[in-house]
């Protein structure tokens, strides 16, 4: 995991989300259909094509949360596969809550997160407000829960090993459990750490990540930040890695390991490359080779895109 940052988008976001509010107050401005605090029916609504993707008005949502997280998955950074549609929309405040409880939650929540302070309101306080007209909704900074941007995130859906769902798998871990949103915390890229093993660990946890972190540090993940932690070290432009024919791979794994042989390396370091799969096929090169932004003690940032 690392910072999302939803202020540099925030604009853009709150047309979005504006505009979708002025459509459910359009037909009765004091009983808008859906209601904004319908955890099912408001967000099935906002996921509809109108106001997920590119059209006339915007660029969709969809496509702003994945700039915003360099289309990455919020919590294990492989590379989403957008055109497939395998990808999750997390939402950091679960939609469900509400009411006294609703209000505990949003403050543990707003407590870390400041654009989720500045940004979100939990939605059945938003449908108290009385509006005159819809243009009055354009006024209001803070956005319900349900649909607010600020709280929503792409993530991986599927299964990790399936040939067609390339690795995705961090859509059900969390569920509705309270969890500390450390990838909305400015300070998530320091606490959220990797060791030259692949194993991740999160400094600032107050007990919440558990299920996550160890979700996270599945043997397959870990594995992969282990290689890429070696291949990091060396000088390469890692932007063009993902064109390398299996020559250039080979030769680029044979330098992280320092090796003359690239068959002496072990299967599970080899298989990165693309270079054996039980199929014959590039399934590890093309399922990882999106690489994971990841820090190793702090230092190693960058990785292919």
Known sequence: MR????????IQAHHINVRFLKDCYAGDINHPCPSPDNPMGSFEDFKKKQYRESNNYDHGWKNLLLEEQDCRCCY????????AGKINYEHIIPRECKGDEGLNEYSYYASHAPALHDLVEMADVFTMKKFTTQE???QEPKMPHITALANLAAACNGKRNSLSTYGCCCNNTRGNKRM???MLMPDADENVNYDANGILTITNNDGTLDAIIQELNDDTLKEVRAVWARLCQVQIDLTIVRSFSLRERIEWFKRAYHVTDFTSLPTEVRRYAGEITSNGS???????SGGYPFSISGDIRSVPS
């Open 3 to 10: 910072y999302i940052d939803k202020y540099r988008l925030r």
């Open 76 to 83: 294990c950074m492989r590379r989403l596969n957008s055109t």
């Open 136 to 138: 009055d909704i354009e």
């Open 180 to 182: 500390m949103p450390v």
């Open 282 to 288: 590039d399934f590890y090169w093309n399922a990882y």
